[in-house]
């Protein structure tokens, strides 16, 4: 059973900082692209970063570029997302996902987590 569990949300000021994390389970980690998506109420989801299977290759949204990294560590199967200097239009669930190709995580994904809040004041 392939799991992915997010944590590291949480209330934060504008101009603060979060570091998101997703455990993933179930799946040869090291050998998939991974990426983190968010949700406000009343919208539709929406890229956020994507890192392939090597580390060799990112992208990021460019409404966080700039203030955020995303990162994994193949030991841990675990990806990451860093975020700095968050604005209240950062509020969000963020979901992170995995998917055998980078190319289609910017859009889609084979695996998805539950989501975390991330509320942003300003």
């Known amino acids: 059973q392939v799991q992915l569990v997010e944590s590291g949300g949480g209330l934060v000021q504008a101009g603060g900082s979060l570091r998101l994390s997703c455990a993933v389970s179930?799946?040869?980690?090291?050998?998939?692209?991974v990426g983190w998506f968010r949700q406000a109420p009343g919208k539709e989801r929406e890229f956020v970063a994507l890192?392939?299977?090597?580390?060799?290759?990112?992208d990021y949204a460019d409404s966080v570029k700039g203030r955020s990294t995303i990162s994994r560590d193949n030991r841990k199967n675990t990806m990451y997302l860093q975020m700095n200097r968050l604005k209240p239009t950062d509020t969000a669930v963020y979901y992170c996902?995995?998917?055998?190709?980078?190319?289609?995580?910017?859009?889609?994904?084979?695996?998805w987590g539950q989501g975390t809040q991330v509320t942003v004041s300003s």
């Open positions: 996902a995995a998917d055998r190709s980078h190319l289609r995580l910017r859009a889609d994904a084979d695996y």
């Open positions: 179930g799946i040869t980690f090291s050998t998939y692209a």
């Open positions: 890192l392939n299977w090597s580390g060799a290759i990112t």
